[in-house]
């Protein structure tokens, strides 16, 4: 497709539910980021994959949370047994190389709601 | 981990007014862009720019990185322009850290 796009647009789960949101990067990006933004703060990286491979999930907050891109397109971030904590816009970003270096081009978010 | 500071934190601008926003960061990075945030939310890439300066119609940015700050030139502010600018440097491997943005309103 143009750009990355994301889904679904928004999310309202109950605290304890399990959610997954996907992303679909721009066709031949091989890296792809997941940040989370808070309301009134700068997007937070989560974790990187390049191609199918993981490369560092040091920003993911606790282990309820998981990512997976298992051909190297398609991610989906899951969040296990949500909290009210985990309330925020999810966003997707990826690059490829081009004659500006790797710029990132994001997605519009996942915004969730945890009650 | 590496500290990127952005100021003003707040703009309130004229229509047609000029305006300079600033990126301070910590540490040596290998990356740095700018990002205009819209009230919608989405994040639009402005600039990639780890050195140097570029222009892009009423846009330009400019980093010194040796002194380890950008700038960024908005000439004949419009109103399309409020929403909140990022800049967002790489630091180690592929992690990016985003400053707190600063947010400009652009009043006709």
């Known amino acids: 497709g143009a750009g990355v796009s994301q889904s679904p647009r928004y999310k309202v789960a109950k605290r304890g539910q399990d959610v997954a949101l996907r992303c679909d990067p721009i066709s031949g990006h091989v890296s792809l980021f997941w940040y989370q933004q808070a309301l009134g703060q700068g997007p937070e990286f989560l974790t990187y994959f390049q191609n199918e491979a993981q490369l560092d999930k040091s920003g993911l907050p606790s282990d309820r949370f998981f990512a997976e891109r298992p051909e190297g397109s398609v991610s989906t971030l899951k969040i296990q047994r949500t909290q009210q904590e985990d309330s925020a816009v999810y966003l997707c970003?990826?690059?490829?190389?081009?004659?500006?270096?790797?710029?990132?081009?994001f997605g519009p978010g996942t915004r969730l709601l945890v009650l | 981990g590496i500290q990127v500071e952005q100021s003003p934190p707040d703009l309130i601008l004229q229509e047609g007014a000029n305006s300079t926003l600033r990126c301070n960061f910590s540490d040596s990075v290998n990356n740095l862009q700018w990002f205009h945030q819209n009230p919608w939310g989405q994040l639009i890439n402005l600039f990639y720019?780890?050195?140097g300066t570029k222009q892009n119609g009423r846009l330009s940015a400019t980093t010194v990185a040796t002194e380890r700050y950008s700038l960024l030139y908005i000439s004949s502010s419009q109103t399309t322009d409020s929403g909140v600018y990022f800049c967002?440097?790489?630091?180690?491997?592929?992690?990016?850290?985003f400053g707190t943005g600063t947010s400009l309103t652009v009043i006709p």
């Open positions: 967002a440097v790489e630091y180690t491997g592929n992690q990016f850290y």
């Open positions: 720019i780890p050195s």
């Open positions: 970003a990826s690059s490829g190389r081009d004659i500006t270096g790797e710029t990132q081009y």
